[in-house]
């Protein structure tokens, strides 16, 4: 297990924790991993999600830090998602 993965689940875990998420989505770290978050919050597994957004570990860093929106990664073509844009909206207006 990688070490960006388990601070990816802490650094969710404690950005959800006042929200109800009722979807399922993945995220796609290259070369490290998945994290699935869903109502039960955040944690590493490659799951089927309703939605899966795929990114480098920086761009995910930068997400995770607030120094980029995912939105913006997304439009900038750092962030592909697959699957339900509802969903990862969703998820989007909760990470910031």
């Known amino acids: 297990m990688s070490d960006l993965l388990d601070q990816a ?8 924790d006042h929200i109800g998420f009722d979807g ?3 995220f796609l770290i290259t070369n490290e991993g998945s994290v699935i978050i869903d109502g039960s919050g955040a ?3 490659d799951a089927n999600a ?4 795929s990114g480098s570990a920086e761009v995910f860093q930068a997400i995770m830090e607030g120094y980029q929106s995912p939105s913006a990664a997304f439009m900038t073509g750092e962030l592909s998602i697959d699957g339900d844009m509802g969903t990862a909206l969703k998820l989007a207006g909760n990470l910031r």
Do not use: E, Q, R
């Open 43 to 45: 944690h590493i597994s």
């Open 9 to 16: 689940v802490k650094a969710l875990n404690n950005k959800l």
């Open 24 to 26: 399922v989505a993945k």
């Open 50 to 53: 309703d939605v899966t957004l």
